[in-house]
């Protein structure tokens, strides 16, 4: 090695310290140690004990966790897709030639920068079923078939769907800068070849915003499956009220580790959610390579 | 052609209103009697009992009073403020030098082994936070940080992968002459850094720090999990405390309280809107 690389070798390790220091302490560590005590009875009280594979065979039996799972895939399912192609729509309707551009757009930006805790305060009173403002417009057409959301098992689900479209301003966002980066010269050519709105949108504008696309999947499919926030503070914590139908996979994973102090359990579980991640984020990423197509 | 115009701009304003609406009924709501907030159908315009439109500016201060608790163990709504205020501004300025330190290093040095450990890095931006919970817990713990606001800004201090991945993106960018001549003229590796690469990312910079700033004001799930008296909570926790902790919600305190969390990063956002749109188109675009 010569002086000069030993010199690049010192700087650059005295560089990345902090780095190497946070890598270790607080990431690669703790995602170790969560493996181990995965395999463990661990309660924080005592240290932990080895004990096999026991606490993911024990999940498999566990109602609980299945229904967790299914509330979370129920919710992610409905809240992704939809608030994928609102926050399209939105980006192609800002797209459109528009002025006052900036105003639309800080408008449909804004609510996703509201503090969570206080746009779940806001959302809890609008769902609020007896004076809430959403139901005051609905009870002109409904009468009192009015649904409860959130104190209604069959409709608190689909109110944190409806919730988490008013939050879809930074996906759109994204989604706007992808627009704004397809040449025009390309709507001009389809356009001489006598391509109409669909086709030019289906041909020209799809495949040119698919590795944004494919970003907000993915990032979709990795904060959809963890809500925890709106959830814990709208339904008066970890419980998933009403009768367990808004028990997402990060509430019960949070009351195990921290209420009933099972750390194992919960860091089996957590596992799992890793590879449920890893998995669907690979099956996206196969569903989606043939499509994805990078300009240069 | 004239036609379609004229739909997208009605498109635009009608889904203005319905975006703008909740914002609207909070600050509504927030300035109304607590007896109309209970009135069908609901009514926009806080009004007096005589019917005269007054808005009651009285909710505000009640709301931050009742906000943290009654009698001798009540804490003053300025503790709140002055904890978030403390995570957010020790968070930003550690964030902004640890992630522009370890960038550089990836960026700017050649030194063998870096190519492996940037891939190591953005590997670990796939495990979710669940994962690293517990034994994050336990390393607290030791460090005897439960309790205490340090866990909340701390971590800050030793850069986060995204952080690193996106000032190094931007670093890439800076002509790799402006470094060799500052070499030839015999600048040290730090002065390269501290007076020729720094100055020129101060864009980048502004996104790390204000993303920062956003996700320690909003940090919810840290709070409640490593804070243990409520003289030590941040304003997020405060706040859903307030709305579980009385029996009864009084709605209008309730809206007072939360515009007052939302308030700071609304102005927040007027003051960097540039910063803000163009943090994210690069984090999605680069992503």
């Known amino acids: ?296 | 052609m004239r036609v379609n115009r004229l739909v997208s701009y009605g498109l635009l304003v009608g889904l203005s209103a319905v975006f703008l609406m909740p914002l609207a009924w909070l600050v509504s709501t927030s300035l109304k009697p607590v007896e109309q907030t209970m009135s069908l159908p609901p009514t926009w315009l806080p009004r007096a009992a005589d019917g005269t439109i007054q808005p009651r500016w009285e909710n505000y201060r009640e709301a931050l009073t009742s906000m943290g608790g009654q009698g001798a163990a009540r804490v003053p709504f300025a503790v709140f403020l002055g904890n978030t205020l403390m995570v957010c501004v020790l968070g930003v300025i550690g964030a902004v030098l640890s992630n522009a330190l370890v960038a550089y290093s990836f960026a700017k040095v050649k030194w063998p082994g870096r190519d492996k450990l940037f891939a190591v890095t953005l590997a670990t931006m796939m495990v979710p936070f669940p994962v690293l919970m517990v034994p994050l817990y336990g390393v607290y713990r030791e460090l005897g940080w439960i309790g205490t606001l340090t866990p909340l800004w701390a971590p800050a201090f030793f850069a986060s992968a995204f952080n690193v991945f996106l000032m190094r993106q931007f670093f890439r960018t800076i002509p790799e002459e402006l470094s060799e001549a500052a070499r030839i003229d015999g600048c040290s590796e730090w002065q390269i850094f501290w007076q020729i690469i720094l100055p020129l990312s101060k864009p980048v910079l502004a996104v790390v720090a204000l993303f920062h700033f956003l996700w320690a004001w909003n940090d919810f799930m840290g709070p409640l999990l490593f804070l243990t008296r409520r003289n030590t909570l941040t304003l997020a926790v405060a706040l859903q405390n307030f709305q579980s902790q009385a029996g009864g919600v009084q709605w209008h305190l309730l809206m007072a309280a939360s515009a007052v969390v939302i308030l700071p990063i609304i102005i927040l956002f007027f003051f960097a809107q540039k910063t803000f749109i163009r943090g994210i188109a690069t984090t999605g675009l680069k992503g």
């Open chain 1, 1 to 296: 090695m010569t002086t000069f690389e030993r010199a690049n070798l010192r700087n650059g390790l005295l560089f990345c310290l902090p780095w190497l220091i946070g890598l270790s302490v607080f990431t690669l560590y703790p995602v170790v140690a969560s493996l181990f005590y995965s395999f463990c009875d661990y309660s924080v009280l005592q240290a932990p004990v080895w004990s096999g594979t026991e606490n993911y065979r024990r999940m498999w039996g566990d109602k609980v966790f299945w229904l967790s799972l299914k509330n979370t895939l129920f919710f992610a399912g409905l809240s992704l897709p939809l608030g994928m192609a609102v926050a399209l729509a939105l980006a192609l309707l800002l797209n459109t030639g528009v002025r006052g551009l900036p105003v639309f757009r800080t408008i449909f930006y804004l609510p996703s920068i509201v503090p969570i805790v206080a746009s779940s305060m806001l959302w809890l009173w609008i769902f609020n079923g007896q004076f809430g403002l959403l139901n005051s417009f609905l009870r002109p057409v409904l009468g009192s078939a009015t649904p409860a959301w959130l104190a209604d098992p069959q409709w608190a689900k689909p109110a944190l769907v409806l919730m988490s479209l008013w939050g879809v301003g930074n996906s759109m966002v994204i989604y706007l800068a992808g627009l704004q980066n397809v040449p025009g010269e390309l709507y001009e050519a389809a356009a001489i070849d006598g391509a109409g709105v669909w086709r030019k949108f289906w041909h020209v504008t799809l495949p040119l915003i698919s590795p944004v696309i494919y970003f907000n999947l993915i990032m979709g499919i990795i904060g959809s499956l963890q809500v925890f926030t709106t959830v814990f503070a709208m339904t008066g914590g970890a419980d998933g009220n009403p009768a367990r139908s808004t028990l997402f996979y990060a509430l019960y994973l949070f009351s195990t580790a921290f209420y009933d102090l099972r750390m194992g359990y919960a860091c089996a579980m957590a596992w799992v959610l890793f590879v449920v991640i890893v998995v669907l984020t690979v099956v996206a990423t196969k569903l989606m390579e043939k499509r994805v197509h990078y300009a240069s």
